[in-house]
């Protein structure tokens, strides 16, 4: 979880982090409007986001996760010639940004993500590309992937279902990976 890594993320589970009760005590402290933290359950409903694209937009090409996995430099060159970007220029795509995990040193990543007083002496002294460079080698660095235990990824995936089954229609792509624990980009630890 980037919120766990980052910091932000104060229940160090993920099972309590999505239990209904907890999710609806942030909503209310959100006063209804639920920003990314904590809101890992509603982040995941897709259909009525895609469903919304859809109805809003004439010209729409979707992208899975899944293809990225298969073959990034296919869908990057996909998406560069939907937006009219020179195919000529070829992306580094072996590097990932913005992983996901856990900190091995919780307290350097804290320090990166919080605003604290010697962060607001160094921005005068370090250009922003190097700072930016700087953090994401930390992260890079500083996190480990946790997988996703067996009894959540399936519990979930029951919670998700019908969700599935009609964004599957929507975008008339088979998603039934996503029903099986057979994501292509995603482990099972039993």
Not at 5 to 18: M, Q
Not at 38 to 60: N, W
Not at 94 to 99: E, I, L, Q
Request: glycine fraction near 6%; hydrophobic fraction near 35%; charge should be neutral.
């Amino acid at each position: 979880m980037v919120y766990q890594r980052d910091g932000k993320e104060p229940i160090e589970d993920f099972k309590e982090a999505i239990k209904p009760e907890v999710y609806n005590k942030r909503l209310e402290d959100n006063k209804g409007f639920p920003v990314g933290l904590g809101d890992y359950i509603g982040l995941g409903m897709y259909y009525e986001q895609v469903d919304a694209y859809l109805r809003e937009f004439q010209d729409v090409k979707i992208f899975l996760y899944d293809d990225l996995c298969r073959d990034t430099l296919k869908v990057v060159r996909e998406i560069y010639s939907f937006l009219g970007v020179s195919e000529g220029f070829t992306p580094d795509v072996k590097k990932r940004y913005n992983t996901s995990g856990e900190s091995k040193v919780k307290l350097l990543n804290t320090f990166v993500t919080h605003n604290y007083i010697m962060k607001y002496f160094l921005k005068s002294l370090v250009p922003f590309k190097m700072r930016d460079k700087i953090k994401h080698t930390i992260f890079e660095k500083n996190t480990q992937r946790k997988e996703m235990p067996g009894d959540i990824r399936r519990e979930l995936i029951k919670f998700y279902e019908d969700e599935i089954i009609k964004l599957q229609k929507l975008v008339k792509r088979d998603l039934s990976s996503w029903l099986n624990c057979e994501h292509p980009c995603l482990g099972i630890d039993e």
